[in-house]
């Protein structure tokens, strides 16, 4: 099988205009360039629970306080959390339109085809954005290097390479039309092309490739031709 409608150079070319990864130096310290408060962990807290409750990126929280691993915050612990950028009246209407529940999605020949999350386990702290001005047209998933990153659905491999400083190590697999599913920052990559995987079959591993900062995976759904916003595919 190959992608018919779209040449893969010429969707790595329209796919380099929309992904729009962090590329900074190194962790931040919360040693100055800040305006925001400290926290204290409070029982039950997780980094994402406590970057809504402040209006923050998840990611950027971890970066402002040196945290690798998201699970790692205690009761008790100081976190300083930076200025948000997100202006008030936005960060309300947000938190009272959540996203609708994933359900799975028909292909054109009439079946269901759920899609499960990447890499279990993982934190999501990038999500899906339109704005112009915040253009991500997929979602970005922090989890130790070498988590397993798995195919979210089965389908061939239609690319694996290496776009150096932007994408890194890049699978993409084309599932059953009109869903192309793309996994990118991957440490290694345990798949050729042409191979046909099933779902959560594993795919390769999360890393930095690309120039990110921290271990990621950066995932994308592609609906003829279209990045939607994967969210809405996957299973809860």
């Known amino acids: 099988m190959r992608l018919n409608y779209l040449s893969i150079w010429a969707f790595l070319g329209l796919l380099s205009l929309t992904v729009g990864c962090r590329t900074s130096s190194g962790l931040r310290t919360a040693t100055g360039g800040y305006a925001g408060g400290v926290y204290t962990v409070q029982r039950g807290d997780t980094v994402h629970t406590i970057a809504q409750k402040k209006r923050v990126s998840a990611f950027d929280l ?81 989890a130790p290097r ?33 869903f192309v599913t793309i996994y990118a920052h991957l440490d290694a990559v345990d798949v050729t092309k042409g191979q046909q995987v099933k779902r959560l079959e594993r795919l390769g591993t999360v890393g930095t490739s690309g120039g990110v900062d921290s271990p990621r995976t950066y995932f994308q759904i592609r609906k003829n031709r279209t990045p939607v916003d994967p969210e809405l595919y996957l299973k809860q």
């Open 62 to 142: 971890m970066e402002v306080n040196g945290i690798l691993d998201s699970s790692a915050v205690k009761p008790g612990q100081k976190l300083y959390i930076p200025e948000s950028d997100m202006p008030l009246a936005v960060a309300k209407q947000q938190a009272k339109t959540p996203k609708p529940a994933a359900k799975a999605e028909l292909t054109t020949d009439g079946k269901k085809m759920d899609f499960a999350w990447p890499v279990k386990g993982a934190v999501l702290f990038k999500t899906f954005d339109l704005n112009p001005n915040r253009l991500y047209e997929g979602i970005a998933l922090a």
């Open 146 to 178: 070498g988590t397993p990153v798995q195919a979210a659905a089965e389908g061939e491999v239609i690319y694996v390479g290496d776009d150096g400083t932007r994408y890194g190590r890049i699978v993409i697999v084309k599932n059953a039309d009109p």
